[in-house]
Structures are given as C-alpha cells and as structure tokens.
C-alpha cells in the first residue's frame, strides 16, 4: 500500500511502477458519497460517473482519454464492484473518515430510504478498498478533516 496526500504523486507512482509492462491496468477510484473530491480534481459527480462507458475504461488502450489508464475519471463503487486493476489509486472522501479514535460515516441522501446508510458507505468503502491485484494506493487529499484518516492508515501498518 502507497499512501499519499498528492494526487500528482499517486499517478506518477503507478505510471512508473509500470512504465514497462503497458498491459498492467490503474485507474482512480472512488466513493460516490464523498462530496469534496471534485475541489481536488477528482469528479466522481452522479452526472459524471453515469455517462461513462465502463467497458471502455476498463479495456481501452493508455492512451485513450477514456481509459483507466489515463488517471482521469474515476469510477465509484458501482461501476467497480466485481472487476480488479493491478493498481487502482483509491481517492479518499471526506465521507468516511477517522476522528477521535472512530470511523465517522457521512452517507449522502438517497432519493429512496435506506435502512441501513452507514452499512451501505462502509460496504462501498470494502468494495473500493479490494480492487487491486498488485496492491493499492490510496491518495487523501490535502483537506484538514482527512488528517486524522492519514495518521491512522498510516500507523496501521
């Protein structure tokens, strides 16, 4: 596991992990809750997400804009659920988050009732955190309520 706050420095890492071996497949990841990734690139919006041609993402060549490869629209754990990358580089919300020693879970607001939302957020967090073949890199971005989550992943190993 790779942990970095630079969302720059994960797509170096996993470009030149694998700058020999172009059949190797990364790509960004994402929870559809977390609501401040798009202010740090990251636009894992319904409208943005919905419109992707997942079969593409998955298989186009690195370079196809629309590629996994190209490190530039992410995918939620809807359109993840059941496939693997070598490397996904896991974007981190502000939706689950370690505060105080305890995990904080903001679940957005379902247009139709949930019985269980924070299941539902922790659920979609084991899909994102279990995608990778070769590994996983995690990229919290510079927001001062994920400090708390760094500090924690990165004692967690």
């Not at 401040?36 to 997942?54: C, E, H, K, Q, W």
């Not at 990229?139 to 992943?153: K, N, S």
Request: hydrophobic share 35%; with cysteine.
């Amino acid at each position: 596991m790779f942990l970095t706050r630079s969302l720059d420095e994960a797509r170096t890492y996993v470009r030149r992990r694998y700058e020999d071996n172009p059949l190797k497949r990364y790509g960004l990841l994402a929870s559809s809750h977390a609501k401040v990734l798009p202010s740090f690139g990251v636009d894992n919006s319904y409208l943005a997400t919905s419109r992707m041609n997942i079969a593409r993402w998955y298989n186009a060549g690195g370079e196809d804009e629309r590629s996994s490869n190209a490190l530039r629209q992410p995918v939620t754990e809807f359109g993840c659920q059941g496939l693997e990358l070598d490397l996904p580089i896991l974007c981190w919300g502000e939706d689950y988050r370690w505060e105080l020693d305890t995990w904080h879970l903001t679940p957005i607001r379902r247009k139709y009732r949930q019985e269980d939302p924070h299941a539902l957020l922790q659920n979609a967090y084991r899909v994102l955190l279990t995608r990778g073949r070769d590994g996983l890199v995690i990229y919290l971005p510079e927001d001062r309520r994920l400090d708390g989550t760094a500090v924690a992943l990165l004692g967690a190993g």
